[in-house]
Protein backbone atom coordinates (compact mmCIF):
# COMPACT_ATOMS: atom_id res chain seq x y z
CA UNK A 1 0.00 0.00 0.00
CA UNK A 2 2.73 2.57 0.91
CA UNK A 3 4.57 1.72 -1.99
CA UNK A 4 1.27 2.71 -4.35
CA UNK A 5 1.10 5.89 -2.01
CA UNK A 6 4.97 6.61 -3.21
CA UNK A 7 4.38 5.85 -6.51
CA UNK A 8 0.99 8.03 -6.91
CA UNK A 9 2.92 10.66 -5.12
CA UNK A 10 5.72 10.81 -7.65
CA UNK A 11 3.29 10.51 -10.32
CA UNK A 12 1.42 13.58 -9.46
CA UNK A 13 4.12 15.50 -9.19
CA UNK A 14 5.17 14.79 -12.40
CA UNK A 15 2.33 15.95 -14.25
CA UNK A 16 2.52 19.51 -12.25
CA UNK A 17 -0.79 18.54 -10.15
CA UNK A 18 0.95 19.19 -7.12
CA UNK A 19 2.62 22.42 -5.82
CA UNK A 20 6.23 22.21 -6.29
CA UNK A 21 6.97 24.24 -3.21
CA UNK A 22 5.88 21.43 -1.35
CA UNK A 23 8.10 20.22 0.95
CA UNK A 24 9.23 16.94 0.35
CA UNK A 25 7.74 13.78 1.32
CA UNK A 26 8.73 10.93 3.28
CA UNK A 27 6.37 7.88 3.30
CA UNK A 28 6.03 5.64 6.13
CA UNK A 29 4.49 1.83 7.31
CA UNK A 30 4.67 0.02 10.33
CA UNK A 31 4.24 -3.44 11.05
CA UNK A 32 4.82 -6.46 13.98
CA UNK A 33 6.63 -9.00 13.83
CA UNK A 34 4.25 -11.26 12.23
CA UNK A 35 3.51 -9.11 9.24
CA UNK A 36 6.63 -8.34 8.61
CA UNK A 37 9.17 -12.05 9.26
CA UNK A 38 6.26 -13.58 7.85
CA UNK A 39 2.91 -12.72 6.27
CA UNK A 40 3.82 -9.83 4.52
CA UNK A 41 7.64 -10.37 3.90
CA UNK A 42 7.21 -10.58 0.27
CA UNK A 43 5.92 -7.29 -0.56
CA UNK A 44 8.08 -6.08 2.00
CA UNK A 45 11.19 -7.26 0.30
CA UNK A 46 9.45 -6.52 -3.38
CA UNK A 47 8.87 -2.38 -2.17
CA UNK A 48 12.95 -2.87 -0.60
CA UNK A 49 14.01 -4.07 -4.25
CA UNK A 50 12.13 -1.97 -6.79
CA UNK A 51 13.31 1.25 -3.96
CA UNK A 52 10.33 2.86 -2.90
CA UNK A 53 11.67 6.31 -0.91
CA UNK A 54 9.86 5.48 2.50
CA UNK A 55 10.66 4.03 6.02
CA UNK A 56 9.49 0.68 7.42
CA UNK A 57 9.53 0.63 11.05
CA UNK A 58 8.95 -3.19 12.46
CA UNK A 59 8.23 -3.43 16.11
CA UNK A 60 9.41 -7.13 17.31
CA UNK A 61 7.07 -8.49 19.69
CA UNK A 62 8.48 -11.75 19.33
CA UNK A 63 5.02 -13.12 18.25
CA UNK A 64 1.52 -13.01 17.01
CA UNK A 65 -0.11 -10.81 19.87
CA UNK A 66 -3.14 -9.64 18.64
CA UNK A 67 -4.17 -13.74 18.00
CA UNK A 68 -3.53 -14.79 21.23
CA UNK A 69 1.07 -15.34 21.55
CA UNK A 70 1.10 -17.81 18.74
CA UNK A 71 4.89 -18.31 17.85
CA UNK A 72 5.96 -16.15 14.64
CA UNK A 73 9.61 -16.44 12.83
CA UNK A 74 11.21 -13.89 15.25
CA UNK A 75 10.07 -16.18 18.19
CA UNK A 76 13.82 -17.10 19.96
CA UNK A 77 14.45 -20.87 20.30
CA UNK A 78 12.98 -22.37 23.55
CA UNK A 79 10.86 -19.54 24.40
CA UNK A 80 7.58 -20.21 25.46
CA UNK A 81 4.44 -19.29 23.17
CA UNK A 82 0.89 -20.58 23.41
CA UNK A 83 1.62 -22.83 20.28
CA UNK A 84 4.99 -23.63 21.50
CA UNK A 85 4.86 -24.23 24.99
CA UNK A 86 6.89 -26.05 27.88
CA UNK A 87 6.03 -29.34 28.34
CA UNK A 88 6.90 -33.17 27.91
CA UNK A 89 7.28 -33.00 23.83
CA UNK A 90 8.96 -29.95 22.92
CA UNK A 91 10.44 -27.15 25.60
CA UNK A 92 9.42 -23.97 23.64
CA UNK A 93 9.68 -22.96 19.97
CA UNK A 94 12.03 -25.88 18.92
CA UNK A 95 13.65 -23.71 15.86
CA UNK A 96 16.07 -20.38 15.93
CA UNK A 97 14.66 -17.13 15.27
CA UNK A 98 15.06 -15.75 11.72
CA UNK A 99 17.86 -12.70 11.35
CA UNK A 100 15.77 -10.30 9.54
CA UNK A 101 17.88 -7.54 9.76
CA UNK A 102 20.56 -9.29 8.20
CA UNK A 103 18.17 -10.17 5.74
CA UNK A 104 16.91 -6.73 4.71
CA UNK A 105 20.61 -5.67 4.70
CA UNK A 106 21.28 -8.63 1.83
CA UNK A 107 18.83 -5.97 -0.23
CA UNK A 108 21.83 -3.48 -0.19
CA UNK A 109 19.03 -0.55 0.48
CA UNK A 110 20.32 2.49 1.36
CA UNK A 111 19.86 2.37 5.43
CA UNK A 112 18.74 -0.86 7.96
CA UNK A 113 18.90 -0.52 11.54
CA UNK A 114 18.12 -2.55 14.84
CA UNK A 115 16.97 -0.05 17.73
CA UNK A 116 15.62 -0.58 20.80
CA UNK A 117 13.88 2.18 23.05
CA UNK A 118 15.40 1.53 26.13
CA UNK A 119 18.43 3.48 24.43
CA UNK A 120 15.97 6.42 23.03
CA UNK A 121 19.09 8.31 22.20
CA UNK A 122 20.33 5.37 19.61
CA UNK A 123 16.31 4.90 18.50
CA UNK A 124 15.96 8.90 17.78
CA UNK A 125 19.75 8.95 15.95
CA UNK A 126 18.04 6.23 14.14
CA UNK A 127 15.06 7.19 13.02
CA UNK A 128 16.47 10.57 11.73
CA UNK A 129 18.92 9.07 9.43
CA UNK A 130 16.20 6.66 8.33
CA UNK A 131 14.05 9.81 6.53
CA UNK A 132 17.35 11.27 5.73
CA UNK A 133 17.96 9.27 3.50
CA UNK A 134 16.37 8.79 -0.20
CA UNK A 135 15.24 5.72 -1.13
CA UNK A 136 13.64 3.14 1.25
CA UNK A 137 15.21 2.39 4.54
CA UNK A 138 14.57 -0.29 7.48
CA UNK A 139 14.39 -0.25 11.37
CA UNK A 140 13.83 -3.24 13.15
CA UNK A 141 12.83 -1.64 16.73
CA UNK A 142 12.40 -4.10 19.94
CA UNK A 143 9.19 -3.92 21.12
CA UNK A 144 8.57 -5.65 24.97
CA UNK A 145 4.92 -6.98 25.36
CA UNK A 146 4.39 -7.32 29.29
CA UNK A 147 1.38 -9.24 28.88
CA UNK A 148 2.66 -12.21 26.66
CA UNK A 149 6.13 -12.06 27.66
CA UNK A 150 4.90 -12.35 31.29
CA UNK A 151 7.02 -9.34 32.98
CA UNK A 152 5.36 -6.09 35.36
CA UNK A 153 4.88 -3.44 32.57
CA UNK A 154 6.99 -1.14 34.72
CA UNK A 155 9.82 -3.01 34.44
CA UNK A 156 9.75 -3.42 29.93
CA UNK A 157 12.66 -0.64 29.80
CA UNK A 158 14.84 -2.93 31.92
CA UNK A 159 14.08 -5.90 30.40
CA UNK A 160 14.52 -4.00 26.89
CA UNK A 161 17.79 -2.78 27.87
CA UNK A 162 19.05 -5.96 28.82
CA UNK A 163 18.26 -7.94 25.54
CA UNK A 164 20.83 -5.00 24.18
CA UNK A 165 23.18 -5.19 27.08
CA UNK A 166 23.41 -9.06 26.61
CA UNK A 167 24.01 -8.98 22.81
CA UNK A 168 20.74 -11.03 22.60
CA UNK A 169 19.18 -7.91 20.26
CA UNK A 170 22.30 -5.89 18.92
CA UNK A 171 22.26 -1.96 18.35
CA UNK A 172 23.75 -1.45 15.25
CA UNK A 173 23.20 -0.16 11.81
CA UNK A 174 24.52 -0.36 8.10
CA UNK A 175 23.99 2.68 5.96
CA UNK A 176 24.94 2.09 2.42
CA UNK A 177 26.76 -0.85 2.74
CA UNK A 178 28.86 0.27 5.46
CA UNK A 179 28.08 -1.75 9.24
CA UNK A 180 28.32 0.19 12.43
CA UNK A 181 27.50 -1.22 16.17
CA UNK A 182 26.20 0.93 18.22
CA UNK A 183 26.65 -0.46 21.88
CA UNK A 184 29.00 -3.15 22.70
CA UNK A 185 27.43 -5.95 24.52
CA UNK A 186 28.96 -6.82 28.05
CA UNK A 187 28.25 -9.74 30.94
CA UNK A 188 26.76 -11.36 27.96
CA UNK A 189 25.99 -14.12 30.09
CA UNK A 190 24.99 -12.78 32.92
CA UNK A 191 22.53 -10.02 31.62
CA UNK A 192 20.94 -12.94 29.27
CA UNK A 193 20.25 -15.11 32.36
CA UNK A 194 18.46 -12.16 34.12
CA UNK A 195 17.24 -11.00 31.34
CA UNK A 196 15.12 -14.54 30.89
CA UNK A 197 14.43 -14.67 34.71
CA UNK A 198 12.53 -11.71 34.67
CA UNK A 199 9.70 -13.12 32.35
CA UNK A 200 7.33 -16.19 32.31
CA UNK A 201 8.06 -17.43 28.74
CA UNK A 202 11.90 -18.16 29.39
CA UNK A 203 11.83 -19.33 33.43
CA UNK A 204 12.14 -22.41 32.54
CA UNK A 205 15.45 -21.96 30.35
CA UNK A 206 17.14 -21.59 34.10
CA UNK A 207 15.98 -25.11 35.10
CA UNK A 208 18.83 -27.01 35.61
CA UNK A 209 17.34 -29.86 33.48
CA UNK A 210 17.47 -27.33 30.43
CA UNK A 211 21.19 -26.05 31.21
CA UNK A 212 22.52 -27.38 28.13
CA UNK A 213 19.74 -25.04 25.96
CA UNK A 214 20.33 -21.93 28.05
CA UNK A 215 23.83 -22.66 27.00
CA UNK A 216 23.16 -23.10 22.78
CA UNK A 217 21.08 -19.83 23.10
CA UNK A 218 24.32 -18.44 24.91
CA UNK A 219 26.38 -19.78 22.12
CA UNK A 220 24.37 -17.75 19.14
CA UNK A 221 24.50 -14.72 20.56
CA UNK A 222 28.36 -14.95 20.99
CA UNK A 223 27.79 -16.30 16.90
CA UNK A 224 25.31 -13.41 16.08
CA UNK A 225 28.07 -11.08 17.31
CA UNK A 226 30.85 -12.62 15.95
CA UNK A 227 29.45 -12.05 13.14
CA UNK A 228 28.69 -7.96 13.14
CA UNK A 229 32.26 -7.49 14.52
CA UNK A 230 33.44 -9.10 10.92
CA UNK A 231 30.65 -7.19 8.89
CA UNK A 232 31.66 -4.55 10.99
CA UNK A 233 35.54 -4.76 10.74
CA UNK A 234 35.05 -5.22 6.91
CA UNK A 235 33.11 -2.70 5.83
CA UNK A 236 33.44 -0.14 8.39
CA UNK A 237 31.67 3.37 8.96
CA UNK A 238 33.99 6.35 8.78
CA UNK A 239 31.45 8.20 10.25
Not at 197 to 215: C, F, V, W
Request: net charge positive; with cysteine.
Amino acid sequence: MISGVEAAWKSLKKKGKLNDKQKKIKFLAVGGDGATYDIGFQWLSGALERGHDFVYICFDNEGYMNTGYQRSGSTPKSFATNTSPVGEEIIGKIQHRKNLTKIIAAHDIPYVANANPANFADLMKKAHRAFEVKGPAFINCFSVCPTNWKFPAEKGLEVGKLASDSGFWPLFEVDHGKWKINSKSRNTDENFEKFCSMQGRTKHLLKPENADILQELKDKIKEDTEYLEKMAGSFPMTK
